[in-house]
């Protein structure tokens, strides 16, 4: 043959055998997905993670699931770091609002209308649009945490005051603190320090006193345009100070140090999920069984709680969509919410989980069910909460802690601060 | 040798150093000048020219962090100094134990920043930290002190707790300095009758000056840019009253998610710096031109 | 030196003693809290010495994580770019003192300003950077990352030591026939030992205690190092705070080694390299 014909012919079918064996080994590479959520640094999650990706690799051979490791306080550091190369992690628990706005997740619609209706169920109408930004679904949800009211059985009985009739309303929990409170022990932790747990259960305390922190599409904000909030909030800020029935030192009180006065008897009560009450047994065991639960105190009726979401969703980097959302779904199966709550006590947010003999083995689990029945999903939805709750929020809180004849000032700049804020998008 | 072939042979001892930091270094740098100039959100960045330094500079939250920021170092690095001089002094004194003593005083150095950073934390807990606990046993407090929840407290706290980390450096510098310094010259001012302070004065300080100068550079730059210690224990707070720039830029660009204006500020502070370089060194050779005349 | 009277000795003393308690009682702390069971870690009042002091902790936390495995990626980090580090720093310093000895100063604050940017500035950047030539997940992004911090006091040090060797040296060795780089390892890099040493603890230093680099370049974990393993122990909601302590008694120990083993040509390097500028 001659040979400037047979040199083209010979690198064609060289480029077509490279072609076919380079698409044959694809085909046979694994498809792997990253997994990233604050969660899977949680010690007593971990069991329950690792089997969840045994379990599912083994019922889908061809995808793999690499979790990825961060510590919980720099997840959103990583992500946005990794998103803005468009490498991120397939599969993530983010703050949804945010992380959609911001062109970082991709739309799930298409996956979930796909779904037949038996899957689609268990999800009500309002769990749901707590994963949506601008009618589209951006994540499914997977586990909460519903906030209560915790106290300590022994310290309650101690100081004279009936478990079993735990404070209805705001003045009533008043009477309860001061008895509550005596030499080096309060009833309760203000939460001021920097975290968003501040802003949570400032929140819970407005929404009880029926009042609001925002209109209703987010525009303004009313933490002291509405009396009612103001009102709770001076409420709420005034158990601290001098004389009152929290402990000292509000301003640097989080979640970690809330738990801690909890475990060492220091507090009486305080506001948290139930993971919290995992957490007290852990620091101190001799605090097992030593809780109760009751909703907390509210001068309205039906006034919600607070439930913090997690959903999972997807990243807009991933290029495997359709194999991340087979994970998201397995994982969002019945086995897994029952063992997260059980293990971890993290809320189950499927619907069809209350017959379950599992949950229903658990009495404390059983209440936090009942009493998330009527809550408020948690992140509030708009673009700058993350910010907003951490930042500005928390602010106001330590300023009017610091200086509480100001708090009505405080709260008015707030509001003006915030509702620049909520417009500038 | 030829001036072109010494040229030559400087640049080809440079250029490894250089090409290497051209790559790493100012590309990050022209990155972050490069969005300053963007109003970035998420994955959309719009070319706003100077608009972000017009919001900053528009800011209170910027000036005032900007304060603290300088409240911060200065206090930090005049505090290192004083101390680690004070410290170097002390132990070149002594006799015996120098090297266990360098060695011992160079621990806060070699421990992360963050876990040293908590580890204060806990110390200065009010109800269950160390630090509480020994002063109402000694009876200096009647109760607990809550060092990180008031603003003027917190802020000596932090100043504290950076001091705690960087005196090992700044007194290994200067004992290192003293050590140095030719006996003679001690012995002369013995001679003439000088006591402790004028052999400080005209003895130990010449010599020392432009370690002094080392160190309190290095120093600076290490501290305006130092994140660890107060991200961990206060935040910033309380009521922002340990906001210093790198925690502001931190929280604006991943909390607030408003990477561009974020970039600003660090190119503001940048600038800053650079000014009051240019003056200090300034002043620094006119003192020089006097102290010459 | 001047007489110095037994009552300004026992003064000296005195200070010197309670400067050092405060400079290391952090670490005694973790050492304790590290040897304490997790349930006495908060107790109130705070224990010093504890009866029911053991290693479980340090059991378990080889048990549960792979420390081991941090560590050797901490020690292949910081070892690589302490001698990038040296390497670079080392021919840069010599060219600038040798060769363009105006310019040094120049060079050298220009390294030093554009330190000044807080590292969040410049993670996302960096990010994309290694992520475009392929290199995430990778010992080298962290050793190039940390070799560049390190770079800029190492250059300024080591000029400062290079000026203070005699220029007679160069030019004896090159007229014994050896060529520029020749004369520069075999004659005038072992007069700079102190210095490099130094140059090396530094850079170790800084490439062990860095966190936020490895936390954003590394998702695989087989590839974290010691910081990133101890952060990720900061669970939310139940924390080991023992095992915690634990981990950073172990971080801390390789520098603390280090340092003892080194600390005299840090000394005498610093001396040499920056008392005559």
Redesign the interface.
Known sequence: MPFHVARPAVAALAAAVAMTFSALVAAQQPIVL?W?T?NL????YEPIWKQTIAEFEAANPGIKV?????????H???F????????A?CIVSVDLT?AA????LMPLDKYWNAEPAEFRKAWSDAMLSSAKWKGQLYGLPIWGGTYAEIYNRDLVVKAGLDPAKPPKTFDEYLAWGRKLTGSDQWATAVL????DTTTRVLLMWIWANGGEAFNADMSEATFAKNPKSLEAIKFYLGFAGKGGIA??????TN???QT??Y??G?IATMRNAY??V??VV?????MAGKSFVAAPPANVPNAPTLATVTASSIS?SCANPDAAWKFIKFDAGRKWAVARAKV??WMPLRNDLADDPEIKADPMLLQYVQIGQNARSYPLPH??W??IA??DI??AV??A??APDKTDEIFRDLDARLTKKLRD? | MTPRRRRRAGLAFVAPAAAFLAAVIVFPLGHAFWTSLHRVRGLNATFVGLGNYVRIFGDDAFWHSLGVSFAFTASAVVLHLAIGLALALVVNELRVGRTALRILFLTPWMVAPAVGATIWLWLLEPQFGVVNYLLRVAGIIPSPVAWLGEPATAFASVVAVDVWRGVPFVMLLMLAGLQTIPVEQYEAAAIDGARAWTRFRYVTWPNLRYLVVVATTLDLINTIRHYDIIGVMTGGGPAGATEVLPVLIYNTAFRGNRLGEAAAIGVALLAIVLVLAIVYVRAARLDDDKAAR | MTRTSPARTALLWTVTIVVAVVMIFPFYWMLNTSLKPSAEVFASPPTFVSSQWSLDAYRSLFATRSIGRYFVNSLIVALGATALSVVLAALAAYGLTRFFPRGATTFVMFLLFTKMLPETLLIIPYFQLMSDVGLLNTHLALILAYSSFALPFSVWMLIGFFRSIPREIDEAARMDGASVLQAFVRVILPLARPGLVAVALFTFLIAWNSYVWALVLTTDASMFVLSVGIANMVGEYRVQWNELMAAAVIAALPVMVLYSLLERHLVSAITAGAVKG
């Open positions: 990253q990233q604050a640094t949680e010690s007593q690499e979790p990825v490791l961060v510590a919980r306080k720099d959103w550091t990583k946005v770091a990794a998103s803005q190369a468009r490498k992690p945010t706005y911001n062109g970082y001021g320090g920097k975290t402990a000292p030192a509000p301003t640097t979640y970690l140090e801690n006065l475990a060492q220091k993971w919290a995992a957490k852990g620091d101190n065991p001799a807009s971890a006590n673009p700058v993350a910010e951490a930042n928390v602010d330590q300023k802690l610091l998008i």
